[in-house]
């Protein structure tokens, strides 16, 4: 049993920056695939980035990639989100989320979920 708890979002301008973190407690940590998703009000929850356990392969959503960067330490047991030149379209509650195996972008094979953070780009 994995359980996660997010951090690190709040309120912040068009063009600013945020660190999410993520926390795993239970055993096995490393050899999970951690992925962050996010949902925004009235829509589906949409794959934001991946990072496999073992090999660190990692993979981002086009809408993302060159702005958000995923990371993890295992020492640590935690994930994280650096999310740079944030635009409004950004805003949505982020989750972490773990499962065994390769990196997937469908939310419905993930085994574990954090309770989720708000992100709220707006000026």
């Known amino acids: 049993q994995v359980q996660l708890v997010e951090s690190g979002g709040g309120l912040v301008q068009p063009g600013g920056s945020l660190r999410l973190s993520c926390a795993a407690s239970?055993?096995?940590?490393?050899?999970?695939?951690m992925s962050w998703f996010r949902q925004a009000p009235g829509k589906e929850r949409e794959f934001v980035a991946a990072?496999?356990?073992?090999?660190?392969?990692?993979i981002y959503a086009d809408s993302v990639k060159g702005r958000f960067t995923i990371s993890r330490d295992n020492a640590k047991n935690s994930v994280y989100l650096q999310m740079v030149s944030l635009k409004p379209e950004d805003t949505s509650v982020y989750y972490c989320?773990?499962?065994?195996?390769?990196?997937?972008?469908?939310?419905?094979?993930?085994?574990?979920w954090g309770q989720g953070t708000q992100v709220t780009v707006s000026s």
């Open positions: 990072i496999v356990g073992g090999n660190g392969m990692i």
């Open positions: 989320a773990a499962k065994n195996g390769f990196a997937d972008s469908r939310p419905a094979v993930y085994d574990y």
């Open positions: 239970g055993r096995g940590f490393s050899t999970y695939t």
